[in-house]
């Protein structure tokens, strides 16, 4: 039976290049240019806004009230509080909310933000939540990833709490509950159907990777 691990599974290669990203490893050995990670930050507020409109995308997906009551509560823990959260940690980091508001999008976010949008157009919500799945869980597992490594830096790393936020009970809650969502859906399904879900998967992740290389490239 298809699972979420069958998906990784599926895409090991490109899991890894995500989930190891340089960017990644800078973060947890504290040596990542602050630069890099400002650009990063302030292309996750657009980043934000436009999963945002995804969650959107997944109430009108959806068939029933207990599916459009659970993609609204997506919707309204991003606009009602992540990303005013967001733009509180960018505070922190130096940048306003003015300079957040005029920014140019980065080529990798359009490309990775519209194809999340796309391939919820086309397919079910189903294809919607495994297009966001590797946002939505692939954090968890490289904050994780990062905790477990010998190099890992906990001592005056300045990205500390961005780790932290992402090995919480809170967030691994969210999490779980994302993939037990996604393991009920795969356990109906034939293998011509999983083939189409890993192409989604594999192509958002090997997109999410791009977005790593986008804040080291301080790219646009
Ligand atoms: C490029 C990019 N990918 C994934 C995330 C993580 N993320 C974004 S929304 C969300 C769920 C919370 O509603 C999570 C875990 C990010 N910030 N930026």
Redesign the pocket.
């Known amino acids: 039976m298809p699972s979420f691990q069958s998906l990784i599974d599926s895409c090991r290669d490109d899991w890894n290049r995500y989930i190891q990203h340089d960017f990644v490893q800078q973060l947890g050995k504290g040596t990542l240019a602050k630069s890099c990670f400002q650009h990063y930050l302030k292309q996750?507020y657009l980043?934000?806004i436009q999963?945002s409109r995804a969650w959107g995308l997944a109430v009108y997906k959806s068939h029933d009230i207990f599916e459009i009551r659970q993609a609204l509560a997506?919707l309204k823990?991003?606009v009602d509080v992540?990303l005013d959260l967001h733009i509180q940690y960018c505070k922190q980091w130096g940048i306003s909310i003015q300079e957040l508001d005029n920014l140019p999008e980065a080529k990798a976010n359009i490309a990775?933000t519209r194809y999340m949008l796309d391939a919820g157009q086309q397919g079910d919500l189903l294809d919607l939540h495994i297009a966001l799945a590797p946002?939505?869980i692939g954090?968890g597992m490289l904050a994780n990833w990062i905790q477990e490594q010998s190099w890992y830096q906990a001592h005056n790393n300045p990205y500390l709490s961005w780790i932290e936020m992402y090995t919480g009970d809170e967030f691994h809650a969210a999490m779980q509950t994302e993939i037990n969502w996604i393991n009920q859906r795969l356990a109906n399904i034939d293998s011509q159907r999983f083939e189409q879900l890993v192409k989604i998967f594999t192509n958002a992740t090997r997109l999410?990777a791009d977005?790593w290389q986008m804040g080291l490239d301080k790219s646009y």
Do not use: K, V
């Open positions: 996750d980043f934000l999963f997506g823990a991003i992540e990775y946002c939505l954090y999410e977005f």
